[in-house]
């Protein structure tokens, strides 16, 4: 048992751990006898680095064990130089998005917040520099916000709330918390499609969240944050890429103030739709709809599929043991 210890002992400490080490011993500005003390009553590190890859574009991904599983975090770097991590808050998923590979592995449990905290540790100590934080990773944010908020309560003491994206594919209830409680991070909303039909072919939560009602809440969290909204379409090639798609999203789109990031599918091994391998859209079908959106006044902007070299793209991410690439 620590006796009680000077306050600013206990900032001593926070910074080393925010600094990314990874032992008491290394917290070289506290004494050694309680550096000792310290290692005997707490664990620094409940997670492992498992493996570091990189695709030779910037893009890098890190696998992480944790208890019963491997999760993984990938950094990408924009044109400017800029480090995003993307950081997973579940083992697995229990959304089933028909076009995501951690859909396909399914659902084994939450990680609790020193586990989401710490794949950003990791992160930090190969890339210091980390600009903008997402998660988009593995799992649904929204079904683990106790947990996220947990780890968001840490990490918003190096990184601003303005600097941090929370992306979910669309529980209207976890949008209002996040709108009534906070933290006031910006969200991102995997649209994918507006025709509620085909939503609902793609994408499971629709049918507890359809789009009438995910629109009530982006309002509501529009008017409570006061914050553009991203949202964001997986598209899928010959699927959800037409005129008329354009339009059904214009439709869902008037009244907020939104930009649309536009994701050409990153393949994935045995994924399909009603029988038919998914496929990315080609180049001339992605340049229709994009006219189409833009001809509606929607700002849109192309995500390239970066960290694919890695299966670090969007989509893509779900290791279920160490020889995964
Ligand atoms: S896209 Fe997101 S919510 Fe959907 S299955 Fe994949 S990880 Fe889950």
Request: hydrophobic residues 40%; proline residues 5%; glycine residues 12%.
């Amino acid at each position: 048992m620590l006796p009680p210890l000077p306050r600013y002992r206990a900032e001593q400490v926070f910074a080393w751990i925010n600094s990314g080490v990874d032992s008491f011993e290394a917290m070289n500005n506290l004494p050694l006898a309680l550096r000792r003390e310290l290692d005997s009553c707490f664990c620094l590190r409940k997670t492992s680095l498992v493996k570091k890859l990189e695709d030779g574009g910037g893009a890098v991904k890190l696998q992480i064990g944790v208890s019963g599983g491997m999760v993984e975090a990938v950094v990408l770097v924009d044109g400017a130089g800029r480090r995003t991590a993307c950081l997973s808050t579940q083992l697995g998923c229990a959304m089933g998005c028909i076009f995501c590979k951690t859909g396909l592995m399914g659902f084994a449990r939450n990680l609790d917040g020193a586990e989401i905290t710490e794949q950003f540790y990791h992160i930090r100590k190969f890339y210091p520099d980390i600009a903008n934080i997402v998660f988009m990773g593995m799992g649904e944010p929204l079904l683990n916000l106790g947990e996220l908020r947990r780890a968001l309560d840490v990490l918003c003491h190096t990184m601003s709330p303005r600097r941090v994206t929370v992306s979910t594919c669309g529980l209207a209830d976890g949008i209002i918390s996040l709108a009534d409680e906070g933290p006031a991070v910006r969200l991102a909303v995997s649209l994918t499609s507006a025709r509620e039909d085909l939503r609902g072919r793609l994408m499971p939560v629709s049918a507890a969240n359809p789009l009438w009602r995910l629109k009530e809440a982006l309002r509501y969290h529009q008017a409570r944050q006061r914050r553009r909204i991203t949202l964001e379409a997986a598209l899928l090639g010959g699927i959800n890429t037409g005129a008329e798609d354009a339009a059904a999203i214009a439709a869902f789109a008037e009244g907020l103030d939104i930009v649309i990031n536009l994701i050409p599918w990153n393949p994935v091994e045995n994924l399909s739709f009603e029988g038919r391998p998914l496929k990315e859209p080609s180049a001339a079908e992605l340049g229709r709809f994009c006219a189409e959106l833009g001809k509606r006044g929607l700002k849109t902007v192309l995500r390239r599929g970066k960290g694919r070299g890695i299966s670090g793209a969007c989509g893509q991410l779900g290791a279920a043991g160490k020889d995964s690439p």
